[in-house]
Nanobody, 132 residues
Framework: QVQLAESGGDSVQDGGSLTLSCALSGTTYGLYGIDCVAWFRQTPGKERERVATLYTGSGRTSYADSVKDRFSISRDSTGNTVYLQMNSLNADDSARYYC??????????????????????WGQGTLVTVSS
């Protein structure tokens, strides 16, 4: 089993910054095969949206167009904590942010999927509110 725990959500002013953290824990066997870690976000009544992905083997990252050049996904040296640095926040970024982990894309080896069903493990989410 793998457990994910997000933290860092808060209320910030428009234009502000936040860093979200996702702590991964579990047995060595459970963490084996976790090649992708991703951040998703969701607002009430909308589908869960991929924000950023990180392929742990190569370090390859990908971002939604709406956050490109403002958000950055990274991990610490142990690989057990993944971060989402968010800059120049605006009201459209308000959402509950979820950390997810799972195997690489089935159709594109070496890449991480944008689709939530691909991810086996999820955290409970952390709330980000951006106000003007």
């Amino acid at each position: 089993q793998v457990q994910l725990a997000e933290s860092g959500g808060d209320s910030v002013q428009d234009g502000g910054s936040l860093t979200l953290s996702c702590a991964l824990s579990g047995t060595t066997y459970g963490l084996y095969g976790i090649d992708c870690v991703a951040w998703f976000r969701q607002t009430p009544g909308k589908e869960r949206e991929r924000v950023a992905t990180l392929y742990t083997g190569s370090g390859r990252t990908s971002y939604a167009d709406s956050v490109k050049d403002r958000f950055s996904i990274s991990r610490d040296s142990t690989g057990n904590t993944v971060y989402l640095q968010m800059n120049s926040l605006n009201a459209d970024d308000s959402a509950r942010y979820y950390c997810a982990a799972g195997p690489p894309s089935f159709s594109q080896p070496g890449y991480c999927s944008d689709a939530p069903p691909t991810y086996s493990y999820w955290g409970q989410g952390t709330l980000v509110t951006v106000s003007s």
